[in-house]
């Protein structure tokens, strides 16, 4: 199979407003590269709506339950209520603590295959690979890390790195709580630069980053000094940071050249939030998130003329709206660049991308009692994992290196100790039973997806849709062709119109729907091993 899916250099390098033509190709595009797959009847509403509703509904926070009790080792918050307003247990933590864990996984899982119309899942994980934390030894600090996000994924970029920075579980990641007067830690200090706000750039001389200096990491270090977190499952306090004034170094500090040998003089709690302060005065800081937002959202493959003027304009935007992230994605994704047919495809799924758009799109979820819907949601999570997107954990500070690692990026989601997986798991989901908890079985709902098509007792019109749900750029005449021939089992097209509208005017009755469920099955397990699907 080929996944070579570099491009040549898109026709439109502008973010002048998109003006063409707005049909089920556009449409799918946009919800494609927004949410975790979309179904063909919200394709279509997004075509009814047109482009300005569409977008102005994606970029909304909808407001989403919190993770659940689904199994008795909780042992403090009751089955069926949520446990994140919950302390712990004085014994027995750790078991109270893998309960949580495990809730949390299924949450996760469940935002992801129950999202609602918005952009809001596909950015949290967005922000999660920028943050890069691994989860909490605390649940409710995870919870309310995972939180942070989401709640302000659409919201003021420099507010989110200020808040970030002394949340409990990034001050535990790496080292803020240990880092005082007395012994300076310069883990956070170097990724707050390198990684969450101005970028490294080029180096251009000893300890010399182009857009900041060793000097400047130390400085960091010693300005951030005196924060902790506190109350890790504690049994009395939830968990939270805490500034002591003793463990802060009051000395002034003097930031490099790069930052206009600005002075940071002694603020107490209030220091870390003047030096963000600072960074985000250079307008790199726009460029290098401006940057990270396109790569995610649009292509991997940045040109020098893309650097030098599509994301040059969304910087400038990002700089003129006071670093709030909804404006520039709002002109994104309005844009003429981001229609261009060129860009069309040009990314890779991510494992997450590749199974949730497999169910998402199908409408199909678990729908079972509380503790079977968890546990299921659990086994995708894992699944996911294995194929390498760990939700919860990063490989490495840096987030997954198909999002930051060059030439490659995308293409490393499919290298050959991954690609089976993906395409067993296809199958596995599709024409194989599935996977079981509890006596019940979990796969791609076949029906649910060719009830939802425009005329699903019209052979062609299923193949049209189904290429138009999970394919960016379509398919040939010929890969059609071959997918009829699998829906009608090699037939004229009328016995599928005969075999569908008996099934219909049967309901409940397994013997006209499980021939209509098994050729729609074979059809999907025959595109989700197609190079075709695995792109967006």
Request: glycine share 4%; hydrophobic share 40%.
């Amino acid at each position: 199979m080929n996944y070579d899916v570099t491009i040549e250099e898109p026709v439109s390098l502008s973010l002048t407003p998109y003006v063409g033509t707005w049909t089920k190709a556009e449409a799918g595009h946009l919800l494609r590269r927004t949410l975790f797959g979309a179904t063909n009847q919200q394709i279509l509403d997004a075509v009814s709506l047109g482009m300005n509703a569409s977008v102005a509904a994606l970029l909304t926070t909808p407001v989403q339950a919190p993770p659940l009790v689904f199994e008795p080792d909780e042992a403090v918050a009751a089955f069926g209520t949520t446990w994140v307003n919950s302390l712990f247990p004085a014994t027995n933590k750790q078991v109270t603590q893998d309960s949580r864990n495990k809730s949390l996984a299924a949450w996760i899982s469940e935002r992801l295959n129950n999202q609602q119309f918005s952009i809001i899942e596909k950015m949290s994980l967005f922000w999660q690979n920028h943050f890069s934390c691994q989860v909490s030894n605390d649940a409710n600090a995870a919870y309310d890390y995972l939180e942070l996000m989401r709640n302000q994924a659409l919201g003021n970029f420099k507010q989110l790195v200020k808040d970030m920075t002394i949340n409990p579980v990034m001050l535990n990641f790496l080292n803020g709580n240990t880092n005082n007067v007395y012994a300076p830690n310069e883990n956070f200090s170097r990724e707050l630069l390198e990684l969450y706000t101005i970028g490294k750039g080029p180096q251009i001389g000893p300890g010399d980053y182009t857009n900041y200096t060793e000097q400047d990491v130390a400085e960091g270090a010693k300005i951030m000094t005196g924060w902790v977190n506190i109350n890790y499952q504690s049994e009395t306090t939830p968990p939270t940071s805490q500034f002591y004034s003793a463990l802060h170094d009051t000395t002034t500090k003097t930031l490099s050249s790069k930052f206009g040998n600005a002075i940071i003089p002694d603020n107490d709690a209030n220091e870390y939030s003047d030096y963000i302060d600072v960074i985000f005065q250079q307008n790199a800081c726009a460029t290098f998130m401006c940057t990270k937002l396109y790569r995610y959202y649009v292509n991997y493959d940045i040109t020098a003329t893309v650097q030098s003027t599509v994301i040059s304009d969304m910087a400038a935007t990002m700089i003129a709206n006071n670093y709030d992230i909804l404006p520039v994605l709002d002109e994104l994704f309005k844009s003429e660049h981001f229609y261009d047919i060129t860009l069309r495809g040009a990314i890779i799924r991510s494992p997450l991308e590749m199974m949730y758009s497999m169910y998402n799109s199908s409408s199909t979820s678990p729908v079972f009692d509380l503790n079977t819907n968890y546990l299921m949601h659990i086994y995708l999570f894992q699944i996911a994992s294995v194929m390498g997107q760990n939700y919860e954990a990063t490989p490495s500070v840096g987030g997954w290196t198909a999002y930051y690692l060059a030439p490659a990026f995308s293409k490393l989601w499919v290298n050959s100790s991954l690609i089976k997986l993906r395409s067993d798991w296809a199958a596995y989901e599709t024409v194989y039973s599935g996977f079981a908890v509890n006596g019940f079985a979990f796969k791609v709902n076949a029906l649910n997806f060719v009830d939802s098509l425009s005329i699903p007792s019209d052979a062609i019109s299923v193949i049209d849709d189904t290429a138009d749900v999970y394919c960016p750029k379509g398919l040939t005449a010929t890969d059609k062709i071959i997918l009829k021939a699998i829906l009608t089992n090699g037939l004229p097209d009328f016995e599928w119109t005969i075999q569908y509208n008996d099934y219909i005017a049967n309901p409940g009755n397994t013997t006209f729907s499980d021939p209509v469920k098994q050729r729609v099955e074979l059809v999907l397990a025959k595109l989700f091993r197609m190079p075709q699907f695995q792109c967006i």
